[in-house]
């Protein structure tokens, strides 16, 4: 029979690994390669309103940055020469948290269930839980899409996230079915009182960034949202935001 205290106590988290798991990223070994000299290979601004697609070889670092100041970004990841292990949004927030940064992994679905990549470097680190209980580098929501636009306005408009990512890997032999959930990056979400989905104007300024480390050949896509910084953004009655500005840097 539980005793009085350990009744009152919060559960404990569902997934917690023995040491040593693959889980737990070895800090001392990315901290290191995060400080290291490094050679850039590519480097592109994206647009507002767009979407990209990049091949990354493995071993490689990936900056994703706001150059010009706030913007959110949906970001889609596949394994380069097998699309169908992709990243597993829901697994990945299981297994480390709602909201993702430096030491987090970004991990494939079944049956491969292994890391993609790794965070090696997060200049929102510091951002943590605000006020109304919002996080920074969302996994909570997925990618904004025209299907639930138009269900919830009757409006159409082709250029949500989803949009811009299915455009984006075309070229690459993917398709509209290969999309799919996101790591929402520099965006503060939470769940109100009621347990519904916030998003909140992105705390990110000049030259803030975001670094994965590659642990496999990927394809990765990223779309810059058209709600911008979010400052104003929301779907339905009383939404109708005007799309933001920004764009983001990879390299």
């Not at 970001?75 to 990243?87: A, G, T």
């Not at 940064?101 to 470097?121: K, N, Q, V």
Request: include cysteine.
């Amino acid at each position: 029979m539980a005793s009085a205290e350990s009744a009152n106590a919060p559960p404990p988290p569902a997934y917690q690994a023995t040491p040593g798991s693959i889980l737990h990223a070895d800090k001392e070994f990315y901290t290191s390669i995060a400080g290291a000299g490094r050679e850039q290979i590519e480097s592109f601004v994206l647009p507002i309103r767009s979407g990209r697609a990049w091949k990354v070889p493995a071993g490689a670092i990936v900056r994703i940055s706001t150059p010009e100041g706030p913007q959110v970004g949906d970001l889609n990841i596949w394994r380069l020469d097998n699309p169908r292990e992709r990243f597993w949004a829901s697994r990945t927030r299981q297994l480390h948290a709602s909201h993702l940064s430096t030491f987090d992994r970004l991990w494939s679905c079944l049956p491969y269930l292994r890391p993609l990549c790794t965070i090696i470097a997060d200049s929102l680190s510091g951002y943590g839980v605000d006020r109304f209980g919002g996080r920074c580098h969302d996994l909570l929501g997925t990618r904004c899409d025209p299907y639930v636009n138009t269900m919830l306005t009757g409006d159409s408009y082709d250029f949500h996230c989803h949009s811009n990512l299915t455009r984006a890997v075309l070229p690459y032999g993917l398709t509209e079915f290969d999309v799919h959930d996101v790591i929402n990056v520099f965006q503060v979400t939470g769940l109100n009182e009621e347990g519904k989905y916030f998003m909140e104007a992105c705390p990110a300024k000049k030259g803030d960034f975001i670094e994965f480390f590659a642990e496999q050949p990927l394809l990765m896509a990223l779309s810059t949202c058209p709600g911008g910084d979010l400052s104003a953004w929301s779907f339905g009655e009383g939404g109708g935001a005007e799309e933001g500005d920004g764009g983001e840097r990879k390299r």
